[in-house]
Protein backbone atom coordinates (compact mmCIF):
# COMPACT_ATOMS: atom_id res chain seq x y z
CA UNK A 1 0.00 0.00 0.00
CA UNK A 2 1.19 3.78 -0.74
CA UNK A 3 1.10 6.69 1.65
CA UNK A 4 -1.81 8.09 0.50
CA UNK A 5 -4.24 9.33 3.37
CA UNK A 6 -6.30 11.35 0.75
CA UNK A 7 -7.33 13.68 -2.02
CA UNK A 8 -7.78 17.77 -1.15
CA UNK A 9 -9.44 20.10 -3.64
CA UNK A 10 -6.28 22.48 -4.72
CA UNK A 11 -9.11 25.44 -4.49
CA UNK A 12 -11.07 24.90 -0.89
CA UNK A 13 -9.97 21.93 0.51
CA UNK A 14 -12.36 19.78 0.70
CA UNK A 15 -11.58 16.48 1.49
CA UNK A 16 -11.91 12.99 -1.23
CA UNK A 17 -11.08 9.50 -1.14
CA UNK A 18 -8.16 8.26 -2.38
CA UNK A 19 -8.32 4.89 -4.26
CA UNK A 20 -11.47 5.88 -6.16
CA UNK A 21 -11.35 6.89 -9.80
CA UNK A 22 -11.21 10.94 -9.18
CA UNK A 23 -11.10 13.57 -12.03
CA UNK A 24 -12.10 18.13 -10.97
CA UNK A 25 -13.67 18.50 -8.07
CA UNK A 26 -16.04 21.64 -9.13
CA UNK A 27 -14.14 22.29 -12.22
CA UNK A 28 -10.59 22.61 -10.27
CA UNK A 29 -7.55 20.49 -9.54
CA UNK A 30 -6.98 17.61 -6.26
CA UNK A 31 -3.63 17.57 -4.43
CA UNK A 32 -2.97 13.94 -3.56
CA UNK A 33 -1.90 14.05 0.31
CA UNK A 34 0.51 11.57 1.89
CA UNK A 35 1.26 10.96 5.54
CA UNK A 36 4.13 12.09 5.81
CA UNK A 37 5.08 11.47 9.19
CA UNK A 38 5.04 7.77 7.96
CA UNK A 39 7.12 8.44 5.18
CA UNK A 40 9.58 9.50 7.22
CA UNK A 41 9.72 6.82 9.45
CA UNK A 42 9.55 4.67 6.48
CA UNK A 43 12.35 5.49 4.62
CA UNK A 44 16.19 6.74 4.84
CA UNK A 45 17.32 9.48 2.41
CA UNK A 46 20.75 7.96 2.34
CA UNK A 47 19.56 4.30 1.46
CA UNK A 48 17.98 6.00 -1.98
CA UNK A 49 21.75 5.45 -4.15
CA UNK A 50 20.67 1.56 -3.18
CA UNK A 51 17.74 1.99 -5.30
CA UNK A 52 16.98 1.64 -9.34
CA UNK A 53 18.07 5.51 -10.97
CA UNK A 54 14.18 5.65 -12.19
CA UNK A 55 11.79 7.76 -10.72
CA UNK A 56 10.05 4.72 -8.95
CA UNK A 57 13.19 5.03 -6.37
CA UNK A 58 10.87 7.53 -4.43
CA UNK A 59 7.77 4.77 -3.96
CA UNK A 60 7.00 6.21 -0.73
CA UNK A 61 6.20 9.61 -1.93
CA UNK A 62 4.13 8.57 -4.71
CA UNK A 63 0.40 7.26 -5.23
CA UNK A 64 0.99 3.45 -6.26
CA UNK A 65 -0.58 0.69 -4.20
CA UNK A 66 -0.13 -1.73 -6.69
CA UNK A 67 2.99 -3.17 -7.60
CA UNK A 68 1.29 -5.24 -10.92
CA UNK A 69 -0.09 -1.52 -11.77
CA UNK A 70 3.26 -0.16 -12.05
CA UNK A 71 3.95 0.88 -16.07
CA UNK A 72 7.45 1.84 -16.34
CA UNK A 73 9.54 2.60 -19.63
CA UNK A 74 12.38 3.36 -17.46
CA UNK A 75 11.51 6.63 -16.86
CA UNK A 76 13.55 9.37 -14.44
CA UNK A 77 16.96 10.07 -12.89
CA UNK A 78 17.82 12.84 -16.36
CA UNK A 79 21.25 14.10 -15.93
CA UNK A 80 21.70 16.85 -14.21
CA UNK A 81 24.55 18.40 -16.18
CA UNK A 82 26.72 21.89 -15.69
CA UNK A 83 26.31 24.22 -18.49
CA UNK A 84 29.89 26.64 -18.31
CA UNK A 85 30.55 28.20 -21.49
CA UNK A 86 26.19 28.85 -22.55
CA UNK A 87 26.50 30.06 -17.77
CA UNK A 88 29.33 32.15 -18.89
CA UNK A 89 27.54 33.87 -22.00
CA UNK A 90 24.52 34.47 -19.90
CA UNK A 91 26.69 35.71 -16.75
CA UNK A 92 25.43 32.81 -14.54
CA UNK A 93 28.61 30.41 -14.57
CA UNK A 94 27.30 27.96 -12.25
CA UNK A 95 24.48 27.31 -14.81
CA UNK A 96 23.17 24.17 -14.31
CA UNK A 97 20.79 22.16 -17.43
CA UNK A 98 18.02 18.97 -15.99
CA UNK A 99 18.16 17.51 -19.20
CA UNK A 100 14.37 15.64 -19.21
CA UNK A 101 14.92 15.29 -23.00
CA UNK A 102 16.75 11.85 -22.38
CA UNK A 103 13.42 10.34 -20.97
CA UNK A 104 10.98 7.89 -22.89
CA UNK A 105 9.84 9.93 -26.13
CA UNK A 106 12.35 12.65 -25.75
CA UNK A 107 10.24 14.88 -23.27
CA UNK A 108 9.74 15.19 -19.32
CA UNK A 109 5.67 14.20 -20.35
CA UNK A 110 6.71 10.83 -19.43
CA UNK A 111 7.23 11.10 -15.84
CA UNK A 112 3.21 12.57 -15.61
CA UNK A 113 1.85 9.46 -17.95
CA UNK A 114 3.68 6.53 -16.38
CA UNK A 115 2.05 8.02 -12.71
CA UNK A 116 -1.26 8.81 -14.15
CA UNK A 117 -1.25 5.42 -16.28
CA UNK A 118 0.33 3.44 -13.51
CA UNK A 119 -3.04 4.60 -11.78
CA UNK A 120 -5.57 4.28 -14.34
CA UNK A 121 -4.61 0.91 -14.38
CA UNK A 122 -4.68 0.21 -11.00
CA UNK A 123 -8.34 1.61 -11.17
CA UNK A 124 -9.62 -0.46 -13.72
CA UNK A 125 -9.75 2.05 -16.33
CA UNK A 126 -9.75 0.26 -20.15
CA UNK A 127 -9.31 3.42 -22.14
CA UNK A 128 -7.48 7.09 -21.62
CA UNK A 129 -8.59 9.86 -24.00
CA UNK A 130 -6.16 13.32 -24.01
CA UNK A 131 -6.26 16.54 -26.19
CA UNK A 132 -2.99 17.51 -27.19
CA UNK A 133 -0.89 20.13 -29.41
CA UNK A 134 2.34 18.81 -28.11
CA UNK A 135 4.19 16.00 -26.46
CA UNK A 136 1.63 15.19 -24.15
CA UNK A 137 -0.44 12.60 -26.93
CA UNK A 138 3.26 10.22 -27.54
CA UNK A 139 3.76 10.07 -24.03
CA UNK A 140 0.18 8.95 -23.61
CA UNK A 141 0.47 6.59 -26.28
CA UNK A 142 3.13 5.54 -25.28
CA UNK A 143 2.58 4.27 -21.28
CA UNK A 144 -1.14 3.32 -22.78
CA UNK A 145 1.05 1.16 -24.97
CA UNK A 146 3.17 -0.35 -22.61
CA UNK A 147 0.49 -1.01 -20.01
CA UNK A 148 -1.70 -2.65 -22.98
CA UNK A 149 -4.90 0.27 -22.83
CA UNK A 150 -6.26 1.81 -25.56
CA UNK A 151 -5.77 5.10 -26.06
CA UNK A 152 -7.35 8.40 -27.94
CA UNK A 153 -5.51 11.45 -28.84
CA UNK A 154 -6.95 14.40 -30.20
CA UNK A 155 -4.71 17.13 -31.69
CA UNK A 156 -5.26 20.45 -33.89
CA UNK A 157 -4.28 20.11 -37.13
CA UNK A 158 -1.04 22.36 -36.69
CA UNK A 159 0.01 20.31 -34.29
CA UNK A 160 3.85 19.51 -35.01
CA UNK A 161 4.38 16.40 -37.37
CA UNK A 162 6.61 14.58 -35.01
CA UNK A 163 4.15 14.35 -32.32
CA UNK A 164 1.42 13.53 -34.58
CA UNK A 165 3.20 10.32 -36.39
CA UNK A 166 4.76 9.52 -32.54
CA UNK A 167 0.78 9.00 -31.32
CA UNK A 168 0.10 7.27 -34.28
CA UNK A 169 3.47 4.94 -34.22
CA UNK A 170 2.81 3.69 -30.50
CA UNK A 171 -0.86 2.61 -31.45
CA UNK A 172 -3.37 5.19 -30.04
CA UNK A 173 -6.20 6.08 -32.39
CA UNK A 174 -5.40 9.93 -33.39
CA UNK A 175 -7.43 12.40 -35.03
CA UNK A 176 -7.41 15.70 -36.12
CA UNK A 177 -9.82 18.39 -35.08
CA UNK A 178 -10.36 21.35 -37.08
CA UNK A 179 -9.37 23.65 -33.89
CA UNK A 180 -7.62 24.40 -31.09
CA UNK A 181 -6.88 22.44 -28.17
CA UNK A 182 -9.71 23.43 -26.47
CA UNK A 183 -12.09 22.25 -29.20
CA UNK A 184 -10.23 18.94 -28.72
CA UNK A 185 -10.78 19.01 -25.07
CA UNK A 186 -14.79 19.50 -25.72
CA UNK A 187 -14.45 16.32 -27.71
CA UNK A 188 -12.74 14.36 -25.13
CA UNK A 189 -15.05 15.41 -22.63
CA UNK A 190 -17.80 14.43 -25.37
CA UNK A 191 -15.64 10.83 -25.66
CA UNK A 192 -15.95 10.40 -21.47
CA UNK A 193 -20.08 10.73 -21.90
CA UNK A 194 -20.50 8.65 -24.51
CA UNK A 195 -17.85 6.27 -24.56
CA UNK A 196 -16.77 6.02 -21.28
CA UNK A 197 -13.17 7.50 -22.47
CA UNK A 198 -10.99 8.58 -18.91
CA UNK A 199 -9.93 11.97 -19.29
CA UNK A 200 -5.95 12.74 -19.24
CA UNK A 201 -5.86 16.03 -19.80
CA UNK A 202 -3.37 18.28 -17.64
CA UNK A 203 -4.16 18.40 -13.99
CA UNK A 204 -7.99 16.98 -15.00
CA UNK A 205 -6.70 13.78 -13.00
CA UNK A 206 -4.64 13.56 -9.88
CA UNK A 207 -1.53 11.74 -10.34
CA UNK A 208 -0.07 13.38 -13.58
CA UNK A 209 1.03 16.42 -10.77
CA UNK A 210 2.42 12.81 -8.88
CA UNK A 211 4.79 11.92 -11.87
CA UNK A 212 6.17 15.59 -12.42
CA UNK A 213 7.08 15.53 -8.54
CA UNK A 214 9.76 13.37 -9.16
CA UNK A 215 11.61 15.81 -10.98
CA UNK A 216 12.12 18.21 -7.66
CA UNK A 217 12.90 15.09 -6.05
CA UNK A 218 15.73 13.74 -8.25
CA UNK A 219 17.20 17.73 -8.87
CA UNK A 220 16.80 17.69 -4.65
CA UNK A 221 19.05 14.29 -4.18
CA UNK A 222 21.20 15.00 -6.70
CA UNK A 223 22.21 18.47 -5.33
CA UNK A 224 22.69 16.56 -2.02
CA UNK A 225 19.19 17.89 -0.59
CA UNK A 226 20.58 21.48 -1.39
CA UNK A 227 17.79 23.06 -3.29
CA UNK A 228 19.52 25.73 -5.49
CA UNK A 229 19.14 29.44 -5.80
CA UNK A 230 16.72 30.08 -8.44
CA UNK A 231 14.42 27.30 -11.12
CA UNK A 232 13.31 28.37 -14.64
CA UNK A 233 10.71 26.48 -15.81
CA UNK A 234 8.90 26.75 -18.81
CA UNK A 235 5.19 26.75 -18.37
CA UNK A 236 2.14 25.46 -19.85
CA UNK A 237 -0.47 23.74 -18.25
CA UNK A 238 1.77 24.52 -15.37
CA UNK A 239 2.04 20.65 -13.86
CA UNK A 240 6.18 21.04 -14.23
CA UNK A 241 6.62 23.66 -11.77
CA UNK A 242 3.31 22.71 -9.28
CA UNK A 243 4.83 19.63 -9.02
CA UNK A 244 8.03 21.06 -8.31
CA UNK A 245 6.72 23.32 -5.68
CA UNK A 246 5.04 20.09 -4.00
CA UNK A 247 8.25 17.88 -4.05
CA UNK A 248 9.93 20.75 -2.01
CA UNK A 249 6.99 21.48 0.47
CA UNK A 250 6.98 17.39 0.91
CA UNK A 251 10.73 17.03 0.96
CA UNK A 252 10.77 20.08 3.98
CA UNK A 253 8.06 18.34 5.57
CA UNK A 254 9.93 15.08 5.82
CA UNK A 255 13.08 17.11 6.87
CA UNK A 256 15.10 15.63 4.27
CA UNK A 257 16.43 18.98 3.04
CA UNK A 258 19.38 21.00 4.14
CA UNK A 259 19.32 24.35 4.30
CA UNK A 260 16.33 26.49 2.47
CA UNK A 261 13.35 24.50 1.99
CA UNK A 262 12.36 26.30 -1.53
CA UNK A 263 14.00 27.67 -4.59
CA UNK A 264 12.20 31.17 -6.35
CA UNK A 265 10.96 29.50 -8.99
CA UNK A 266 10.68 31.41 -12.51
CA UNK A 267 7.76 30.91 -14.17
CA UNK A 268 8.82 31.46 -18.48
CA UNK A 269 6.32 31.79 -21.44
CA UNK A 270 6.54 33.09 -24.55
CA UNK A 271 5.30 36.24 -25.70
CA UNK A 272 3.02 34.73 -28.13
CA UNK A 273 1.13 33.26 -25.51
CA UNK A 274 1.86 34.32 -21.52
CA UNK A 275 -1.48 34.49 -19.46
CA UNK A 276 0.65 33.45 -16.23
CA UNK A 277 3.20 35.84 -16.80
CA UNK A 278 0.30 38.43 -17.21
CA UNK A 279 -1.59 37.48 -14.45
CA UNK A 280 1.82 37.69 -12.30
CA UNK A 281 2.32 41.26 -13.43
CA UNK A 282 -1.46 42.25 -12.52
CA UNK A 283 -1.02 40.96 -9.30
CA UNK A 284 -3.81 38.73 -10.22
CA UNK A 285 -4.36 34.73 -8.49
CA UNK A 286 -6.66 33.43 -11.78
CA UNK A 287 -5.44 34.06 -15.63
CA UNK A 288 -7.46 35.46 -17.85
CA UNK A 289 -7.46 33.53 -21.32
CA UNK A 290 -4.50 34.81 -23.79
CA UNK A 291 -5.77 35.88 -27.11
CA UNK A 292 -4.46 34.58 -30.21
CA UNK A 293 -1.87 32.09 -28.77
CA UNK A 294 1.04 31.41 -31.13
CA UNK A 295 4.27 29.93 -30.31
CA UNK A 296 6.60 27.28 -31.76
CA UNK A 297 7.25 26.44 -28.46
CA UNK A 298 3.94 23.82 -28.50
CA UNK A 299 4.07 23.16 -24.69
CA UNK A 300 3.88 26.72 -24.12
CA UNK A 301 0.83 27.19 -26.22
CA UNK A 302 -2.07 26.79 -23.66
CA UNK A 303 -4.24 29.72 -23.36
CA UNK A 304 -6.38 28.43 -20.59
CA UNK A 305 -4.73 26.91 -17.67
CA UNK A 306 -7.10 24.99 -14.63
CA UNK A 307 -4.47 25.34 -12.75
CA UNK A 308 -3.59 28.78 -13.10
CA UNK A 309 -3.84 29.73 -9.16
CA UNK A 310 -1.79 27.02 -8.06
CA UNK A 311 1.60 28.27 -10.81
CA UNK A 312 0.82 31.53 -9.59
CA UNK A 313 0.57 30.84 -5.92
CA UNK A 314 3.57 28.61 -5.99
CA UNK A 315 5.82 31.47 -7.93
CA UNK A 316 4.97 33.90 -5.59
CA UNK A 317 5.32 31.86 -2.52
CA UNK A 318 8.85 31.29 -3.40
CA UNK A 319 9.59 34.97 -4.21
CA UNK A 320 10.00 34.27 -7.91
CA UNK A 321 8.24 35.74 -11.02
CA UNK A 322 6.37 34.53 -14.27
CA UNK A 323 7.94 36.40 -17.19
CA UNK A 324 7.59 35.94 -20.73
CA UNK A 325 10.53 35.84 -23.58
CA UNK A 326 10.46 36.95 -27.09
CA UNK A 327 8.77 34.99 -29.34
CA UNK A 328 11.05 36.19 -32.43
CA UNK A 329 14.33 34.83 -30.56
CA UNK A 330 13.08 31.19 -29.30
CA UNK A 331 14.77 29.56 -32.54
CA UNK A 332 18.20 31.44 -32.84
CA UNK A 333 18.28 30.89 -29.02
CA UNK A 334 17.59 27.07 -28.97
CA UNK A 335 20.42 26.87 -31.90
CA UNK A 336 22.91 28.90 -30.21
CA UNK A 337 22.61 26.85 -26.85
CA UNK A 338 22.47 23.51 -28.40
CA UNK A 339 26.18 24.39 -30.47
CA UNK A 340 27.77 25.86 -26.60
CA UNK A 341 26.74 23.03 -24.40
CA UNK A 342 25.59 19.88 -27.03
CA UNK A 343 22.71 19.47 -25.30
CA UNK A 344 19.34 18.39 -27.30
CA UNK A 345 17.52 22.28 -26.21
CA UNK A 346 13.73 22.60 -26.88
CA UNK A 347 12.03 26.08 -27.95
CA UNK A 348 10.43 25.98 -24.41
CA UNK A 349 13.54 25.94 -22.73
CA UNK A 350 14.90 28.73 -25.28
CA UNK A 351 12.03 30.86 -23.70
CA UNK A 352 13.85 30.37 -20.04
CA UNK A 353 17.27 31.08 -21.30
CA UNK A 354 15.70 34.26 -22.75
CA UNK A 355 14.12 34.95 -19.38
CA UNK A 356 17.40 34.43 -17.41
CA UNK A 357 19.23 36.88 -19.78
CA UNK A 358 16.91 39.45 -18.49
CA UNK A 359 17.11 38.55 -15.26
CA UNK A 360 20.50 38.66 -15.40
CA UNK A 361 20.14 42.17 -17.04
CA UNK A 362 17.94 43.50 -14.59
CA UNK A 363 20.73 42.20 -11.31
CA UNK A 364 18.07 39.21 -10.10
CA UNK A 365 20.40 36.90 -11.12
CA UNK A 366 24.45 36.58 -10.95
CA UNK A 367 27.28 34.89 -11.11
CA UNK A 368 27.12 33.48 -7.59
CA UNK A 369 23.98 31.95 -7.90
CA UNK A 370 23.23 28.56 -8.54
CA UNK A 371 20.74 28.41 -11.31
CA UNK A 372 18.96 25.41 -12.91
CA UNK A 373 17.17 25.69 -16.09
CA UNK A 374 14.76 22.37 -17.11
CA UNK A 375 15.35 21.51 -20.46
CA UNK A 376 11.56 19.51 -21.43
CA UNK A 377 11.85 17.97 -24.64
CA UNK A 378 14.20 17.18 -27.29
CA UNK A 379 15.20 19.39 -29.84
CA UNK A 380 14.51 16.43 -32.05
CA UNK A 381 10.75 16.52 -31.79
CA UNK A 382 10.46 19.99 -33.47
CA UNK A 383 11.49 19.11 -37.36
CA UNK A 384 9.68 22.47 -38.09
CA UNK A 385 12.15 24.68 -35.86
CA UNK A 386 15.18 22.85 -36.94
CA UNK A 387 14.69 23.63 -40.48
CA UNK A 388 15.97 27.18 -39.77
CA UNK A 389 19.45 25.08 -39.39
CA UNK A 390 19.31 24.05 -43.03
CA UNK A 391 21.42 26.50 -44.21
CA UNK A 392 24.11 25.51 -41.94
CA UNK A 393 23.83 22.71 -44.05
CA UNK A 394 26.77 22.78 -46.61
CA UNK A 395 27.48 20.80 -49.86
CA UNK A 396 30.05 18.57 -49.74
CA UNK A 397 31.90 19.40 -52.94
CA UNK A 398 35.66 18.21 -52.47
CA UNK A 399 36.54 21.90 -51.52
CA UNK A 400 39.30 21.57 -49.02
CA UNK A 401 39.01 25.37 -48.55
CA UNK A 402 35.74 24.41 -46.86
CA UNK A 403 36.45 21.05 -45.24
CA UNK A 404 39.11 21.91 -43.39
CA UNK A 405 37.86 25.39 -42.50
C1 LIG B 1 4.13 20.30 -21.96
C2 LIG B 1 5.45 20.93 -22.08
C3 LIG B 1 5.81 22.07 -21.34
C4 LIG B 1 4.85 22.74 -20.39
O1 LIG B 1 4.67 21.94 -19.29
P1 LIG B 1 3.64 22.17 -18.11
O2 LIG B 1 4.21 21.42 -17.00
O3 LIG B 1 2.34 21.64 -18.59
O4 LIG B 1 3.59 23.63 -17.84
C5 LIG B 1 7.10 22.55 -21.47
N1 LIG B 1 7.98 21.99 -22.30
C6 LIG B 1 7.68 20.91 -23.05
C7 LIG B 1 8.71 20.35 -23.97
C8 LIG B 1 6.42 20.33 -22.96
O5 LIG B 1 6.13 19.25 -23.70
New binding site residues.
Given amino acids: MSFVTHLESALDGTRLPARTLQTLHEGRPLWVRYDLDAVAGAVDRDALVQREPTLWRYRELLPVDDDEAITSLGEGLSPLLPAPRLGAALGVPRLLIKDESQLPTG ?3 ARGMALAVSMARQLGVERVAVPTA ?3 GGALAAYAARAGMDCVVLMPEDTPLVNKLEAVLFGARAFLVDGLIHDCGAVVREGVERCGWFDMS ?1 LKEPYRIEG ?1 KTMGLELAEQLGWRLPDAILY ?8 IGMSKAFEELGAIGWLEGRTRPRFYSCQSSGCSPIATAFEAGERFAAPAPDPATVAS ?2 RVPVAVGDFMILDAVRASGGRAMSADESRLLATMGHAARLEGISI ?1 P ?1 TAACLLVLEQLVAEGELDAEQQVVVFN ?2 AAQKYVECLEVELPRLSRASPDWDLLAG
Avoid: I, Q, R, W
Fill in positions: SFKGNATKPTGGGTGLGLCETG
